[in-house]
Nanobody, 119 residues
Framework: QVQLVESGGGLVQAGGSLRLSCSASGGIFITGAMTWYRQAPGKECELVAGISRGGGTVLADSVKGRFTIFRDNAKNTLYLQMNSLKPEDTAMYYC?????????????WGKGTLVTVTS
């Protein structure tokens, strides 16, 4: 059974940094794309960053230059390094995995970790 467990969220001041982690089990880590999505209150869920099995990455325009997605295949762990955080980055962040290469077709989701950025 596939499980995705996020950690690393918290409260941080604007300009600060956080690193989110997603521990994956059940074999999904080596199959398809892994992503971070986020959902802010009253807003739709949006793709923040994605990484393919081969290491190729995509980032939302709003986080380019500030966020980095990377994975440790040996640890079956996905990361999101978030620097220069802004209040508008406040959201629930979800780790998600796809059995395919499609960053917009996730098959599995974690329960999320909350990031709150204060001004």
């Amino acid at each position: 059974q596939v499980q995705l467990v996020e950690s690393g969220g918290g409260l941080v001041q604007a300009g600060g940094s956080l690193r989110l982690s997603c521990s994956a089990s059940g074999g999904i880590f080596i199959t398809g794309a892994m992503t971070w999505y986020r959902q802010a209150p009253g807003k739709e869920c949006e793709l923040v960053a994605g990484i393919s099995r081969g290491g190729g990455t995509v980032l939302a325009d709003s986080v380019k230059g500030r966020f980095t997605i990377f994975r440790d295949n040996a640890k079956n762990t996905l990361y999101l390094q978030m620097n220069s955080l802004k209040p508008e980055d406040t959201a629930m962040y979800y780790c998600a995995a796809s059995k395919s290469r499609n960053y917009y077709a996730m098959d599995y989701w974690g329960k999320g970790t909350l990031v709150t950025v204060t001004s």
